[in-house]
Each structure stands twice: as C-alpha cells, then as structure tokens.
C-alpha cells in the first residue's frame, strides 16, 4: 500500500500536525519507504492466530471508589501556556 | 573516587571512609567538565544533588541507610521529577516542570538516591543514536582507534549510558521500549538491563509506546545493574499494567552459579551479511558458559526477522495516540498566532515535535486509520503474538538465552541517518524482546577490530531476572572486560 | 397502537430512531481516577493529573463504576460480558486533554438487553438495547466568557458515563420519550444514576432516518446531546420533518451530527463537528482486558432491587390496584417506598386513593419532593390508623390531611389538639338529632309524605350541629330510629 500526496495530508490533519507544500513530497517517500519494509509482514500467516494486545498477561486489577486525588487547582493549571483564573484557554470554538 | 563501582561507593559511604558531599561534589565537577564535550545532561541539577547528598551524610552519620544512600545517579529525561524540568528530549515540552514524582525515581529517592540531573535521550524515546534529541546529540565518550570523529552513544538512552560510561555518574536510569537501554549500554561498553514488562512501574514515565516501554538501570556492572533494579522494581497501584509480585534479592542472583543450566542459541539471529566478529564475540560467550558448566542449546525462534517490521507498527501507533495529549493546552510549549484550536493544534505540535517523531506519529496514525487497521495494526497484533509464542515453545526447554546485542559496535555521528529503516536496523536483537515483554540484558565482553566495545545480550523468562544476573555475572567475570572510554572523568 | 406517520407531499413517511443515552455512574471518583465526581464545584477544583493527561499518567478502574454498568446491564435484562475491553477513540478536541476518550469500542461489558415503554393508549412495546458500554466523560468548554477564547474546565473530565445504545426500534416522538422515561426510571430505582438531565447526569444523541413504509433505512443523522425528554421527543419530530423536506425537495440527506436548537425548533449541522471521522479506535495499552468473576455478578444480581415492572405486579396482585394505578405509584421508588410503607396493614385502595388524590396535590401545590414532603409516612398511616378506629370520620381526616400539610404535626396530635375527635356518644347524637327534627318540623313533615332524599338533608343538618365530628353510622342509625 502506497500513500499518495492527499493521503499524507489527510494524515497530518488527523494527527493535527501542519505540513507545508514542500515537505509532503518528503515525508510521502519516508512513509512509503518504511511502509513497503513494514509489507514484509504479509509472508506470515496468521490464520487462526488470537492477536496479542498488551505487554502484560493479567486481568484487571480494580481500585476501590475512594477520593483520593484532585483539589489541586493550581498545580494543575501551574503548568498552562496561557491561562485565565481557574480556566485553561483555547481559541474560542465554535459549535 | 571514579573508580568505584556502585557496590564499591555503597560500602565506602556505609564505612564512612568517603562522603556522600565528597562523592556528589566530585561528580558534579565531572559533569561540569565533561558535559560540554559529551552533551549527557540536558538539566544539571547540582545544588538539588548536594542537598540529598548532605542529607545522606546525615542518615550514614546517625546509622540510618537505604540501599542507595548518598549514590550520585542520572536520571533519564523522560522520568518526571517534581519540581525539576522534565523534556522528553523534546521542545515540545522544554518549558514543563513536573509537579510530581514518577514511581521509579521516588523509589530511588526513597532508598537514599542522589540526582545529579537529567540525561539526554532521543526525542520522547524515539530514536537508536540519541540524534533526535531537541536538545542536541550526546557524543559517545568511545572513539575507535585513531579515528577522533565523535560516535552516537545509541539510543534512546544515550545520556544515560554515556554519563555511565564517562564517569558522570554511578548508574543511571533509562527506558526501554524496543532496545533503549540495551543497544546504548552495548555501543558505550557498560550494562543495562529491561526488565520483565510490568516489573518497574510506568507512572510518572512520558509514554512512547505503552505496551513495550519499561524502565530499568544502566550501571558499570551488572551487580550494579542488579542492585539499582532492586530499589526501582515493585508494585504500583497507579499502574495498571505493573506486576503485584515480590522483587527478589537480585544482587544475590548474580553470585550464583551457572552450572546445569541450558542456554539457549536461537539460529535466527545469525543475520546474514552479519559481522564475522560479531559471531566470534557470541561463540566466545558460549564458550565461557559452556566451561562454568551450563548446557549450551542449539533453538529456533522462526518469526524474530517480522520482530521490527511489527514493532514499527505497534510502537507508532501507540505513539500516535499518547502524544496527542502535546497540544499545547495543559503544559508544554505552544505556538501562538493561530486562528482557532485546529490552528493552534497543528502549529503547536509542528513546531514542538522534532522530524522522526512526526514521521512516527504519521505511521501510527496511518496504520490506525479506517481501512488500514486491519491490514497493519491487526496483522501486527497477530504477529506479535506469534513472537510470544516461539519464546514461550523455546523457554520450556532452556533457562535462558544468549545473542549478540546489536548487529554492530557505535556509528558515526551522522550515519545512517538518510534512510530511516537503515536506524531502525540497530534493534534488530532487542526489539522481539520487548514484543514479548521479557527481561533482556545487555553487557559488555569484547571489543571490535577498531577498539569498540561489543555486548552480548542474556534473555530470560517473564520476572525470572534472576536467572538472567546469574547467565550475565559468569559472562561478565569470564569476559574480564575492564577497557575504558577514551573520555571520561578521573583520566 | 396505530402507527405514528408524517404526511409529507409526496406520501406517507414513518421515522426511525435509535437513542444513544449517556448516563453519569454515581460514583464517588471518577472512572480511572480518584478526583471526586461530584458536580458543580469550583472550576478544574476536581481534577487529577491523569484527568488533565499530564505526562506519564495512567488510569486505573473504578471498581463501583464496573459495579455499576453490571447492575444496569442486568436491570435491563441483558447479557453481562464476563470479558470486556476499553479503546481508545482518538480525536483532538479542547476539553478531551488525553486526545483521546477511553471507551469500550469491541467489545463492551454488556450486551443485549430490553426496556419495555408502555404508551399513552395503554399499549405495550419492546425497544431493544443493542449494548452498554463505560466511558469517560470529556471535560467542559465555555464559550461565552471572553471575545476571542474558549475556558477550559476539566473537572468533568474523566467521569464514568455509561453509554446506552437503543436498536433503531423507535417510531414516533412518543416512543422516544416514554423509552427515555423509561430508562431513567430505571436506573434511578438501581441507583446506578440519578437521571437528572438538568445537570446533564444523562444526555441523549438521538438517530434519527425517515423513509416509507416497506422501504430499507435510509441515511440516517444523529442529534447530538439532547438534554430533556421533551426536547427529545421535539428533535426527533423537527428533525424528521427537516429530512422529509429534504427527500421531497429531491435533495439528499447527508450524513451529519448536528445539534437541536428548543427556541427555534430546529436542528442544525454542527460545524465543530465537520470533518469526516476517523476515530482510530485501539486497545487501551494502558490497561488490561476487565475480567469479570461470575460470583461478583451473580451478587450483584441478588443484591438488585426490585424494578418497577415487577413491583408494579406486585402492586397489582398484593394490593388490589388497577395496573394504572399502580404504575403511577411505581414511577419513582421514594413514592413506591412510601406507599408500601401506608398501604401495608391497612386498607391498601384507601392509602392509594389517599396518595394519588390529597397527597400528591399537596406536594404539587408545596413544591415539595416526597423525600422532603411535609407529611411523612408514618403521618399518612396514622391518618389511616385514625379513619380505620373511627376516632376520625371522612371528613375531618380532610381537615386533618390540611393540618399536617401546613404544620408536619402527627395526626393524633392534631386531632386532640382541635378537638376533631368523632363523636360516637349516642346520648350526644340523640340530642343533636331531636334537636335538628325539632327546629324543620315541617321538612320531618314532608319526608313522612314520601320525600325521602330529604333524609341526606337530615343527616347534613345533624353533623353541622355536631361541628363534622358526629360519627355518619350512629348519626344515620338515630335518624332512622326516629323517623323510620
Ligand atoms: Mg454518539
Ligand atoms: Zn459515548
């Protein structure tokens, strides 16, 4: 499988990152390249094979419904870029 | 002073015979020295160090001690440290100062620990050179033999192996998400180990790939390794993936001996067009193995060649999704001048992210991506599978297993840099382990014809790391590998 | 029940719904953190480090909140997975700092279910549920505080919702929202939410499709986050009309989410909500799949309340009481409750008619909710108590009732207090009644020439002289007794 240029931007704009002109030409031969190593995958089979999802082999451990944390405003927020009072800011949205 | 080893400076402090002032004062000057030139730290924090050191003095002094006190460390930068600067090795996040401690270093701290500062790493853990850091490559304090030309340290720990390696600090931590700890100790000639998934908590941890990372120590031997991945181990509750299970005495597994055991010798990882010194360093280890009295086993792990194709679709795609929380919202950097959120979203993580991060986020995101989930990601998820299962057929005969751990010694600052698969070559040996989350050590015991060092790397069963310090203490004593880098503090 | 259509110009058109509700767990923290969940604090004043997404942060599950989807997985009848497993669902927005929601995609914790909505004609239908799944709430934005920014409020973030998804079994804006009736009922009896939607404790996102009879689906639209059970039922109407303008005017409808306005009653696209999504769904590598003990459920099963279908049943074979009846005194627990707790022991249509008739029209008239209603059960029983021994008559139980509206006073009290008790002194009611025939000598004239309906008159005479506390029995036995 092979992306085409409007793919990569379709993918850029999925993963919110901007990309100009000039650089998609170059990023479309990376991913082509890594993508047509990755195609080796399709030699194995895999029929009948469960796939594995995670590192760990357990179940679920369950945490009992305790507060335990928040009421911390400020250290949460002592971290923002820009901020008004007890609010986090974001250009305004429009629904 | 920067000849001793972890154990050493331990049992020096303990008999008062140094201090920890003294110690952390001397590695201080190191790093003030060195660091110009090797570029293993990106936050020095001096000051903070002498203050646990002085406090360590104070415990020793009144007879108190955890197992670590008063020991200088590196801490990777990907560790979040409350109240000191935390970056991931990326832009995107040069401004974030943790307001709390990840599970490991607060371990560390509380078994007595000293931090000297952060150590450099590939951006957000993505990378085999430490190249990719926003914050400037870390030179490999090895050269080869008449050649000054700076080398990469490896990565994505390549601070932590090289402030190791340089005598910038006594051990360090690092992570390993396909060979990240593993590959840097091998090009830097010291030892790291990844333990079992699930073995030291990810909490606190920036995330690359959640199912492969792990963290785990990087130290100038392997008791050493041993005794940092006792105090960083443990059950955590915050982590849902972490392991509720006993840490064992593991400085004490490597004293044992290897006789009766069975080594493992998977044929797959003989690459073809593979370094004959490379195959000469291996038989060399068996051999060692084979005169301590172990059984060396002839095995076969058929799917390790799909292990980096498969890793390089599960490890982006986890990506993907963990660094979309780099908006420039909560904390991090962001880039103003946006017109509305989408704006500031795709200015924010253009200008944050450095390239190979991009291009990973990019695949991830691809082979996530409607219609293309099955063929990539399912696939990968089946494959991966397949990996676990050829480890677990081969562990139900043999105690361990032994393969080279890199295909090649440390590389030009530079290299292999126009064609991204050709980096991602380097993890060829370690990324099946990650895969299925078993715990992989890597030492030295040898160096190439240009004077580099060369490991060897030890793969054990799921939290049987005491098998693995035990394969990889005969290894080490046999290998008596004791040639130092060219740079490095004390010379 | 006849079937609901919409005339449009080119014929008859039937709409097609499914709800998709999502229900706030009650919980003390939230899903995979331990920040409080409780609503309307001070802004981003309930908010953990894993809420805001910071680096390195994790989740870890809520037991209660697993506890919870069970209970309502077997409230609605329906398959609890004993293997479950949370996505991830990617999309960027301002308040979802993760970049993603942790939600269960492929496999959810419970499966097929059924709610049972009996509509205004006394029929009977079976709306399906497809599935129930847990998931995080997103965090809040406002945007009418500043010109040029959004605020960012995150102490929602990371609260437990079950998701309720509907099969498209829906078919008129009645069946909406006696389904969404419904449904709130019965997760307010499992205590499993509280269902209050003024808060936004449950929000619908109604699908809505038209087409003609016979035909296959067509495309379909989905009315995002609809807060009210009527503005349900009003989306649902708009929004179909709005589509059958569409196909008539040969247009297509697009596939969209959009949003319904109540002041204009009307729904529009949504523009946040444009581009096409991908949402990449993926297995949360940050967790493990949730295994679930089929002891833990089987005790969550027998700890389960009774639900409203079965007590209203009850009500019916125990009681005595119209299925009418009897589900209007189901409708919510508390008034189930106290009914019971009136009605046992005692003449059960009485504490009904009671409940329904005096009672209900006080709270109505206080404003008061039967949890802070000023008559209390065990007030209503002594009222009862007080009729059934004749220490009271109809009448001043009336005045009684009135009493304890006002004051909250027991009845006994009241009645002592008043002087209300019944007079069943035959020597006080023989004098009352002589005393009535003496003064209307010519009315006891006509009633012996054959005026009988004037022995009512008679008895209304004598209970007036007696102040309403004469005992009707004695007073209607003396009467007879004197004139036959
Ligand atoms: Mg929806
Ligand atoms: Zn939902």
Redesign the interface.
């Known amino acids: 499988?092979s992306?085409d240029p409007a793919?990569?931007r379709r993918?850029?704009?999925?993963?919110?990152?901007?990309?100009t002109d000039a650089q998609v030409a170059q990023?479309q031969g990376?991913?082509n390249?890594?993508?047509g190593?990755?195609d080796?995958?399709n030699?194995?089979d895999?029929t009948g094979?469960?796939?594995?999802?995670?590192?760990?082999?357990?179940a679920?451990?369950m945490?009992e419904d305790v507060v335990t944390d928040g009421a911390?405003a400020e250290?949460?927020l002592?971290?923002?870029?820009?901020r008004d009072g007890p609010f986090?800011t974001?250009?305004?949205?429009v629904e | 002073m920067f000849d001793f080893t972890l154990s050493e400076a331990r049992d020096a402090l303990r008999a008062r015979k140094i201090s920890a002032r003294e110690l952390t004062a001397a590695y201080n000057r190191a790093i003030a020295s060195l660091n110009s030139q090797i570029n293993a730290y990106i936050t020095e924090t001096p000051e903070l160090a002498l203050a646990q050191a002085d406090a360590a003095d104070a415990a020793l002094a009144k007879g108190e001690h955890g197992p670590l006190t008063g020991i200088p460390l590196a801490i990777k930068d990907l560790?979040?440290t409350k109240g000191v600067r935390?970056t991931?090795g990326s832009k995107i996040?040069s401004?974030?100062?943790?307001?709390?401690e990840?599970t490991v270093t607060a371990n560390l701290l509380r078994d007595g620990a000293v931090f000297l500062g952060k150590a450099n790493l590939d951006e957000f853990a993505m990378g085999s050179s430490n190249m990719t850091s926003a914050y400037g490559a870390v030179t490999n304090p090895w050269t080869r033999r008449g050649d000054n030309r700076p080398l990469v340290p490896g990565g994505s720990s390549g601070g932590s192996a090289a402030a190791v390696a340089a005598r910038m600090a006594l051990g360090a931590t690092a992570t390993d998400t396909g060979g990240s700890i593993r590959q840097p100790a091998a090009f830097c000639g010291i030892t790291g180990i990844k333990p079992t998934?699930?073995r030291c908590s990810?909490?606190?941890?920036?995330?690359f790939?959640?199912?492969?990372d792990?963290a785990g120590p990087i130290a100038r031997n392997v008791e050493d390794c041993a005794i940092l991945l006792g105090s960083m181990s443990g059950f955590d509750?915050?982590?849902?993936?972490s392991?509720?299970m006993p840490v064992p005495d593991f400085a004490s597994a490597c004293k044992r001996s290897v006789k009766g055991l069975r080594i493992g010798v998977p044929r797959e990882y003989r690459m073809e067009g593979m370094a004959p010194e490379v195959e000469t360093l291996w038989q060399q280890g068996l051999a060692w193995l084979r005169e301590q009295g172990a059984t060396i086993v002839d095995v076969s792990l058929p799917?390790t060649?799909?292990g980096l194709?498969?890793y390089?679709?599960v490890a982006p795609?986890?990506a993907?999704?963990n660094?979309?929380?780099y908006?420039?919202?909560?904390?991090?950097?962001?880039t103003?001048g946006?017109?509305?959120?989408?704006?500031?979203?795709?200015?924010t993580?253009?200008d944050g992210?450095g390239a190979e991060v991009?291009?990973r986020?990019?695949?991830g995101?691809?082979v996530?991506?409607?219609g293309?989930?099955d063929?990539?990601?399912?696939?990968?998820?089946?494959?991966?599978?397949?990996i676990?299962r050829d480890f677990t057929e081969v562990f139900r005969d043999v105690d361990a297993l032994v393969t080279p751990a890199t295909p090649t010694a440390a590389f030009g600052q530079g290299e292999k840099m126009d064609?991204?698969?050709t980096m991602y070559l380097n993890d060829i040996f370690t990324v099946p382990v990650?895969m299925a989350?078993l715990p992989g050590l890597a030492l030295p015991t040898g160096l190439d014809a240009s004077g580099l060092p060369m490991g060897l790397q030890v793969i054990g069963k799921p939290f049987d790391e005491e098998t693995v310090f035990a394969v990889s203490a005969a290894l080490e004593r046999a290998a008596g590998f004791t040639t130092l880098p060219t740079l490095r503090a004390g010379a | 029940m006849a079937s609901y259509t919409l005339e449009g110009s080119t014929g008859t058109w039937e709409i097609v719904c499914g709800l998709e509700v999502h229900a706030q767990v009650i919980s003390k923290s939230k899903l995979f953190s331990g920040a409080s969940a409780e609503y309307g604090a001070e802004p981003n004043s309930q908010v953990s480090?894993v809420d805001?997404?910071?680096?390195?942060?994790?989740?870890?599950?809520n037991r209660e909140c697993v506890a919870q989807a069970v209970r309502t997985g077997l409230g609605l009848g329906a398959a609890i997975n004993l293997w479950s497993r949370f996505d991830?669902k990617?999309y960027?927005?301002?308040d979802l700092?993760?970049?993603?929601q942790i939600s269960q995609f492929a496999h959810p914790i419970v499966g097929k279910g059924v709610v049972e909505v009996t509509l205004s004609d006394g029929s009977t239908k079976e709306i399906g549920v497809t599935r129930l799944h847990l998931e995080q709430d997103a965090g809040k934005s406002l945007h009418d505080q500043d010109p040029t920014k959004?605020f960012?409020d995150l102490n929602r973030s990371g609260v437990a919702l079950m998701e309720i998804v509907s099969e498209p079994d829906i078919r008129s804006p009645e069946e909406a929202g006696a389904y969404l009736t419904k449904l709130r009922q019965i997760l307010r009896y499992l205590g499993t939410c509280d269902g209050n939607m003024d808060e936004g404790s449950m929000r619908a996102d109604v699908n809505v499709s038209v087409r003609k009879a016979g035909e296959e689906f067509r495309t379909r639209c989905e009315v995002k986050n609809v807060n009210s059970i009527r503005f349900v039922m009003q989306a649902v109407e708009a929004e179909a009309k709005r589509q059958i303008e569409v196909w008539e005017s040969g247009g297509e409808v697009r596939q969209e989410t959009r949003l319904f306005d109540p002041s204009r009653m009307e729904t529009r696209s949504m523009r946040s909500k444009e581009d096409a999504h991908?949402y990449?769904?993926?297995p949360d590598?940050?967790?493990?799949p949730l295994v679930l003990e089929p002891d833990w459920v089987s005790r969550l099963k027998a700890s389960l309340p009774e639900l409203p279908d079965a007590k209203t049943t009850r009500f019916v074979s125990e009681y005595g009481l119209s299925a009418y009846d009897a589900r209007i005194l189901v409708m919510e627990q508390a008034t189930a409750d106290f009914y019971e707790t009136v009605a046992r022991g005692r003449d059960a249509k009485m504490a009904a008619n009671w409940m329904m008739g005096d009672f209900f029209a006080a709270l109505n008239r206080t404003g008061r909710s039967i949890e802070d209603s000023p008559v209390s059960a065990a007030n209503l029983s002594g009222l009862l108590d007080l009729i059934a021994d004749k220490t009271i008559n109809g009448r001043i139980a009336k005045e009684v009732f009135e009493a304890m509206v006002e004051t909250g006073e027991a009845p006994a009290a009241i009645v002592e207090a008043k002087g209300l008790r019944q007079v069943t002194d035959t020597g006080a009611i023989d004098d009352a009644v002589e005393a009535v025939l003496a003064a209307n000598a010519d009315k006891v004239a006509q009633y012996k020439g054959g005026q009988e309906k004037l022995f009512g008159f008679f008895v209304g005479q004598v209970m007036k002289a007696m102040a309403g506390k004469g005992n009707p029995a004695l007073v209607n036995e003396a009467l007879k007794a004197k004139i036959g």
């Open positions: 499988m992306l793919a990569v993918i850029a704009s999925l993963a919110r990152l901007r990309v990023i990376e991913l390249g890594i993508l190593w990755i080796q995958l030699e194995v895999v094979v469960e796939p594995l999802t995670g590192g760990a082999l357990m679920m451990r945490r911390q250290a949460v002592s971290n923002a870029p820009d986090y974001v250009p305004k949205v | 560790f979040c935390t991931a996040l401004p974030f100062i943790p307001p709390y990840s998934y699930g990810r909490w606190g941890v920036v995330a790939a959640s199912s492969l792990q509750p915050k982590d849902s993936t392991a509720d799917h060649k799909y194709a498969t390089y679709i795609a986890e993907s999704s660094l979309a929380r908006d420039g919202v909560r904390f991090g950097a962001r103003e946006g017109h509305d959120l989408t704006e500031l979203y795709e200015n993580r253009a992210f991009q291009r986020i990019m695949i995101t691809y996530l991506s409607a293309y989930y063929a990539y990601y399912l696939k990968a998820q089946k494959v991966r599978a397949l676990l064609d991204p698969v990650n989350g | 480090f805001a997404a910071f680096p390195g942060m994790l989740p870890v599950i991830r990617n960027f927005y301002a700092p993760q970049g993603y959004s960012i991908d990449r769904y993926f590598p940050d967790l493990l």
